[in-house]
């Protein structure tokens, strides 16, 4: 999520606890730090493994007084915040892909996926839908921020779903296929729900009680969402 990368550090066992377990996403990864003139930047680059680049977004949130969290794309001046920087294949809204007809996926890694997906419960449209947001299917593919593979595992999230090696990608897949089979079991078989989580981690979505109002987040559910539906139809 997941492309994502973390929200805060993932205990063994205790994954849901997690806001961002891992974000098997080409990377939201959320840190701690101080308002600062040189941390003004509010876009970047990641890279693909295939030499290829998507633009990155920083955004910034803090806590007010009441407790009510605030999201911004400026540095909170004089004020403490986390950063949240977001690079997925499929979260940029200013992408200029088609995504009703960019080419699908339907052959590759059939088997890995179908065992992978028998085995979790999930069904295997889903499967390559989020592989398609996450990676564009380059099992090479790795953030800036170290998400690694088809599903975009962090290494503590590999670790935390029995992954000795992400960049095999039938461990990968396995790895990502279980957690997505985590939230979906979390979320009661909401896909909508299931996919913000791994976007942007159980914690968000319990705290807004649904999608995040991030736009990456949405933009990203919104895609899975059109990406399974072609799935679906191409059998």
């Known amino acids: ?11 063994r066992g205790a994954w849901r606890a997690l806001p961002l377990a891992g974000v098997f996403c080409l990377g939201l990864l959320l840190h701690a730090g101080i308002a600062a003139a040189a941390e003004g930047e509010t876009e970047a680059e990641a890279s693909f493994g295939d030499g290829s680049a998507v633009r990155t977004y920083r955004v910034y949130t803090y806590r007010q007084k009441d407790g009510v969290p605030v999201f911004t794309d400026k540095v909170p001046p004089d004020q403490r915040y986390e950063v949240m920087e977001f690079s997925c294949y499929a979260c940029d809204p200013h992408s200029r ?9 339907t052959a590759e890694y059939r088997s890995t996926i179908e065992d992978a997906a028998r085995e979790h419960g999930v069904d295997p449209a889903l499967v390559r839908a989020v592989i398609h947001a996450e990676s564009g299917f380059n099992p090479r593919a790795r953030s800036r921020k170290g998400a690694m593979g088809l599903m975009q595992l962090m290494p503590g999230t590999a670790s935390d779903m029995g992954v000795r090696d992400p960049w095999v990608v039938q461990q990968n897949i396995e790895g990502g296929v279980k957690y997505l089979a985590m939230l979906l079991a979390e979320y009661k078989g909401d896909i909508t729900l299931a996919t913000a989580a791994y976007n942007a981690g159980p914690g968000a979505v319990e705290r807004y009680r649904g999608v995040p109002p991030i736009a990456e987040t949405r933009t990203y559910v919104q ?4 990406l399974l539906d072609r799935y679906r139809s191409a059998g």
Do not use: S
């Open 1 to 11: 999520m997941p492309a994502y990368e973390r929200l805060g550090t993932l205990a």
């Open 97 to 105: 892909i088609n995504w009703n007809t960019t080419r699908l996926f």
């Open 223 to 226: 895609r899975v969402r059109q």
